[in-house]
Every structure is written in structure tokens, then in C-alpha cells.
């Protein structure tokens, strides 16, 4: 008779004594995820959605947008979103700067690769929504779409992209093509 191996889950002090070895390491309820360097197309669509959200952040001073090595926990939790919104730490100095009380992010967003595919679908879409995340968006680069997820429920746009954060005079319009054809 086989038994199957308990796997023991992993812990934030496991997460933190792994190497700096290139590949991005989360762990998300107990799940370590790596993940290898990304490729040129990914990093050219974060690079376009930070030109288009900062300055609509900064004019509505609704935080920063932060990209890895920004992290955000949650419940013993810890992900490196590829971009985030959220609002300034309460304290970034001295023994409160840790990630544990930064402010949840208002808006978080993974673009898809191989992969993280599955993981961003699903394991952390979950975290997200469970930890109060306003709004996550799933960048598809080769469905060239992105899936809005807000806790009512998830659309999938692939024409135009609006953001009415809670704090904005006005919302944020974007083409989708303009994201994908920087």
C-alpha cells in the first residue's frame, strides 16, 4: 500500500532564505511559486501601463505604482505583484517599515506568461480578492486582453480599459491596442 507524502507548507522565514538567484519567489497560502526572469514583451507592457498609471496616480494622489521587488502580504503570504497602486507605507522608517503594514494595493496587476498562467488565474486572484484588493487585472498578451477582477465579479476587456478608483476626480480610459502595441 502507497501513502502519498505530506508536504509541509512553507513559511515566510523558508521564503526568506532562498537565494537571490534571479527567479522570483512567492508563496501563497503555504504554495512557494518560482518563477523564472521574464521576457522583453512582459517587461514592455508593464513599462507602458506604468507610463499610463503614474501620471493619472500622481494626479490624483491615490499612492505610487510599484513594481517588483514591491511586495505585499497577507496572511502569512507574500507576492511580488508585476505592478501595483496602493497608498504611501504609514511609516517607512525604522522598526514599522516592514511589508506587513503596508497598505493593501487598490489596484494589482499580472501579466500572464506560461508560466504563471494558472497561478494568477487562480491562486492568486483568490489572495488578492481575500486580502481587499479593489481591482486586479490579468494582462493577456497573446489574447492581447485584459480581465478585470473586482470582487462583484471579472470582465474581459479588449477595446477600452477604464479605472475609477475610490478617491479620482475622473476615471482612467485607455485603448487596450495601446497597451499591447507600445
Known sequence: MALAARVEPWTLEQLHRLPDDGNKYELVRGELFVTPPPGDEHETILATLHEILAPFVSAHRLGHVYRPKAVMRFEGSEVEPDLMVRAPHPDRRGEDSDWTRAPIPTLVVEVLSDATRRRDRNQK???YLDAGVAEY?????????ITVVRRAGETVV??????SPDGAASRLEVAVEQIFDA
Not at 479588449?158 to 479605472?163: E, I, K, S, V
Open 158 to 163: 479588449n477595446d477600452r480599459l477604464t479605472w
Open 125 to 127: 486572484k483568490a489572495l
Open 137 to 145: 487585472w490579468i494582462v493577456d498578451g497573446v489574447e492581447r486582453t
